[in-house]
């Protein structure tokens, strides 16, 4: 009788045991699954997020735009070649007041609102850079070029 009750007992431990383990491995993979809906959805938005980002970039990017104002070599007249427009670069200036200063950059990293444009060219005969750090959409930083 002792036998039978203890294997009885074995019995309903392994079952009460094997049910917990269950409900435990059900309650993972239900986390899991809501891992996993959470993560497509990120992935969604970040697909939309990259895609606005890229009309924005080639809007910016365009030959039309890219191209507009590029430094030839030799050319000290206006724009960026200027060291009085510098000058006139100020603390908390927008990008827009910027470029209708020194003219279109010739190149830049980052995106709006924070980003750094670049001004890099020969000028008399020597090649300078200067560039304008924003934060933003607003000057934080002027670097002058060396004429």
Known sequence: MKT???????????????TTAWAEDSA???????DVKI??????KQGNRIDSLER??????S????????PTEGDTS???HNLTNWQRIKHGMSERQVISILGQ?????????????YYRGKVNGSFVTGNIDFD????????????
């Open 63 to 70: 030959p039309s735009n890219f191209n507009k104002n590029l």
């Open 78 to 80: 206006g724009g960026w």
């Open 39 to 44: 993560l497509k959805q990120s992935i969604v």
């Open 136 to 147: 933003d959409d607003r000057v934080m930083r002027v670097h002058i070029p060396t004429f």
């Open 105 to 117: 950059s010739t190149s830049f990293t980052g995106l709006l609102p924070n980003r750094t444009i």
């Open 4 to 18: 039978i009750i203890s294997v009885l007992a074995i019995v309903f431990c392994l079952g009460v045991t094997s």
């Open 28 to 34: 993972r993979i239900r986390q899991l699954e809501d």
């Open 56 to 61: 924005q970039l080639s809007t910016t990017m």
